[in-house]
């Protein structure tokens, strides 16, 4: 069995995958990506800790960012693109806190365009999320169940 951190960024990934105007989902841990396929989002894990230890479970929090990428950054397309997709990502998150069960929330931190530089720039709309859950003392695979 997978753990359970992996199993909740398969279902995010999945999800993502199902947003309307999302031609690609690519999980990766590099800070950029290489892709022809446009928009594409970019699911990366930027951190996990342990927030809080219980009697008998370990509260775990990962910090997930999602970056949707295009291939045209101008006002225009950002405002009928990628801006759009970004709220449908979060759309998204909010439909399912929980992961399915597999997570207690989650919580949209920010989100923030970045901008291309160059001859051909790119642009992109970052969304920072966290999501709380909770496993057996002694097992990271392992959901804790009340």
């Known amino acids: ?22 031609s690609l989902v690519v999980r990766s841990s590099m800070a950029t990506v290489n892709t022809s396929v446009f928009p594409t989002v970019v699911l990366r ?3 996990e800790t342990k927030a809080q230890h219980l009697r008998l479970a370990v509260e775990r ?25 970004v709220g449908r990502i979060e759309d998204k998150i909010f439909a399912n806190e929980t992961w399915s069960g597999l997570a207690i929330g989650t919580e949209i931190m920010d989100s923030a365009p970045e901008f291309g530089e160059g001859i051909s ?17 002694n097992s990271a695979s392992t959901q804790w169940t009340v």
Do not use: H, W
């Open 1 to 22: 069995m997978a753990p359970l951190n992996e199993q909740i960024i398969d279902n995010v990934q999945t999800a993502l995958a199902t947003v309307s105007g999302v």
């Open 45 to 47: 894990q930027l951190a």
């Open 61 to 85: 929090q990962m910090v997930l960012e999602c970056e949707v990428i295009d291939a045209d950054y101008s006002d225009e397309a950002r405002a009928s693109g990628v801006g759009v997709i």
């Open 121 to 137: 720039p790119r642009g992109s709309d970052r969304v920072r999320f966290k999501i709380l859950y909770r496993t057996k003392l």
